[in-house]
């Protein structure tokens, strides 16, 4: 049975993950006009758009429960994300990406365990949305992870630990949710043909 603090606690990690897209929306748009690499650059524009998106979701997801923004929360998150935008251009290359992948695989995890608390509060219909988010902000990860790694003075760097397989956040989730495994995402080759 789920009770009115299974809601709040869902609430407030909604609340955390609505703030914490606008300090990464913020300091992404920073982000990708500092680089010049325009791989690079139009990666991490992407990647703020997607955060900008996220934004969006979980403001509806908060709308439905009857709950706001917390406005502490906003306030701070418009400081650090300008903050961190700024920096970017002061900062060199490998800094911000460094930063931005520990970040991000804190994402994931914050995205996963709001989908357990949407299950265990009474909003299964959160749970999908929450799961997608979570497999965006893996690859946000992989994505500056590889940028680290593929930067000379990056590669002597110790990194933060690396997330589990992607496939891991609906397999995980089903597991202890005692669901059946989720299919593959690509079908395997069928056997004999
Ligand atoms: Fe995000
Ligand atoms: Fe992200």
Same mark, same amino acid.
């Given at each position: 049975?789920?009770?009115?603090?299974?809601?709040?606690?869902?609430?407030?990690?909604?609340?955390?993950?609505?703030?914490?897209?606008?300090?990464?929306?913020?300091?992404?748009?920073?982000?990708?006009?500092?680089?010049?690499?325009?791989?690079?650059?139009? #990666?991490?524009?992407?990647?703020? @758009?997607?955060e900008?998106?996220?934004? *969006?979701?979980?403001?509806?997801?908060?709308? #439905?429960?009857?709950?706001?923004?917390?406005?502490?929360? &906003?306030?701070?998150a418009?400081?650090v994300?300008?903050?961190?935008?700024?920096?970017?251009?002061?900062?060199?290359?490998l800094?911000?990406?460094?930063?931005?992948?520990?970040? &991000?695989?804190?994402?994931?995890? *914050?995205?996963?365990?709001?989908?357990?608390?949407?299950?265990?509060?009474?909003?299964?219909?959160? +749970?999908?949305?929450?799961?997608?988010?979570?497999? +965006?902000?893996?690859?946000?990860?992989?994505?500056?992870?590889?940028?680290? &790694? @593929?930067?000379?003075?990056?590669?002597?760097?110790?990194?933060?630990?690396?997330?589990?397989?992607?496939?891991?956040? #609906?397999?995980?989730?089903?597991? *202890?949710?005692?669901?059946?495994?989720?299919?593959?995402a690509?079908p395997?080759?069928?056997?004999? #043909?």
């Amino acid at each position: 049975m789920s009770g009115p603090d299974d809601v709040d606690r869902l609430a407030a990690i909604l609340q955390a993950a609505y703030s914490g897209e606008l300090a990464a929306g913020l300091a992404y748009r920073g982000h990708w006009r500092s680089v010049r690499g325009p791989d690079d650059r139009e #990666r991490i524009r992407q990647i703020e @758009r997607e955060e900008w998106h996220h934004r *969006e979701l979980v403001g509806g997801m908060l709308a #439905r429960l009857g709950k706001s923004p917390s406005p502490a929360r &906003e306030r701070r998150a418009r400081v650090v994300g300008h903050t961190l935008g700024v920096l970017c251009h002061l900062a060199g290359w490998l800094a911000p990406m460094y930063g931005a992948g520990r970040l &991000e695989s804190r994402n994931i995890v *914050e995205y996963e365990t709001a989908a357990r608390l949407a299950a265990g509060a009474g909003w299964p219909e959160f +749970v999908e949305c929450l799961l997608a988010m979570a497999e +965006v902000e893996w690859e946000h990860e992989r994505y500056f992870r590889s940028c680290v &790694e @593929r930067h000379r003075l990056g590669r002597r760097l110790s990194l933060w630990p690396a997330p589990p397989p992607k496939r891991e956040i #609906r397999d995980s989730f089903s597991r *202890e949710m005692g669901l059946p495994p989720t299919a593959p995402a690509v079908p395997l080759p069928l056997a004999g #043909r």
